[in-house]
């Protein structure tokens, strides 16, 4: 919970904060945060990722770093699990494992993922939505909660869902191209479930790093039903917005991944797999 702080600073500080405000475009209070931040070393807006997209497009599913040490740099995620086994939703500090309808469980601290994005989340905006009709309806108005194209940003939205349709990847053996792989993917639908969304909203320069646009996995409060989001319904949901300022990205030392040709564009081959297959 966000704490109110007093304080009395000398005349060159004042001057000082507001000259930061006015160069960076940020609030006294973002910029008053980001230093306390760093000069205390607590990054609450830093994202911690497990390799590239580039990497997970190119059929790279080798683990690279457990979920134990994962849940260390964060509290709320998503991903995948070694062999491309399952979706990953970290809720509230636990890592949870989909591998489809009614399958759902928490994963040990000794699973290794070879890609995931956690953040310690912090709550820096909120809003009710209602009447949310679709995917499109909802991203459309997530929109409007972002003031930028050129930052990363996390969510949260809890409630109540008319309807979900996910998709769970299945195990497959790495350097089989993800655009394969999803090919047997199980596609399913759950509806009147209370369920919370996470994710991220990632820009359009950094395909190759992360996934373009929003990337959101559920959970379903019971805990029993989960996956990545295809399409949705609700009444009424609650939006929680996170603003990631710095990134850090941890590379995978293995051999496959420092002779694997990363270079071409990820962007289009994650298009692909983000939406439901025909």
Known sequence: MPRRLETTIPDDLWQALQARAAATGHSLDEVVQRALSDGL???????????????????????????????????????????????????????????????????????????????????????????????????????????????????????????????????????????????????FSIEAARATLVGFWSPDYAPALAIPGYHLHALTDDRSQGGHVFD????RVSVEVHRVSDLRVVFPDTEEFLAADLAPDAGGAMDAVERPTD
Not at 99 to 126: K, N
Not at 232 to 235: D, E, H, I
């Open 232 to 235: 949705l319904r609700a009444g």
């Open 41 to 187: 070393e607590v990054h609450h807006h830093g994202a911690f990722q497990v390799s590239t997209s580039g990497a997970l497009v190119d059929g790279l599913y080798q683990g690279a770093v457990t979920v134990g040490d994962l849940l260390t740099h964060g509290n709320l995620g998503l991903g995948t699990f070694e062999d491309l086994d399952g979706e990953m939703v970290v809720v509230d500090g636990h890592c949870y494992r989909v591998r489809g309808p009614g399958d759902v469980s928490e994963a040990s601290d000794v699973v290794l993922t070879p890609f995931a994005t956690v953040v310690d989340f912090t709550v820096d905006q909120t809003q009710d939505l209602d009447d949310v009709t679709s995917w499109s309806d909802l991203i459309g108005r997530l929109d409007r909660l972002r003031d930028t194209d050129n930052e990363f940003f996390a969510w949260r939205i809890r409630g109540e869902f008319d309807r979900l349709d996910l998709r769970a990847a299945c195990r497959h053996a790495s350097g089989t191209p993800l655009v394969e792989a999803v090919q047997d993917q199980v596609v």
